[in-house]
């Protein structure tokens, strides 16, 4: 499973999102499921997921999915994110 599936299939999860509705571009307000509970999961998702352990900072001022992508890849994490 390539890192933008295992991200898809983590944000689908966390956020309780039906498959069709995930985008690369979503961004935290489209997603009514974002928020402080979700950032928790999320963080811990992608720690588990990815090995990455997010700063509170850096957890809550993501502004969507694609802030997300661009956190993970500066921290080595490449995600080929294709909407």
Known sequence: MSNAEK???????????DPAEFRFDLTRDAID?????GVVS???GIHET?????TPDEAAGLGGIGDLVAL???????????S
């Open 33 to 37: 499921t974002w928020d402080s509970l």
């Open 42 to 44: 999320l963080s811990v």
């Open 72 to 82: 993970l890849d500066r921290n080595g994490i490449s995600i080929d994110a294709q």
């Open 50 to 54: 990815f090995g990455y352990s997010m």
């Open 7 to 17: 991200l898809r299939q983590l944000v689908l999860d966390v956020f309780l999102l």
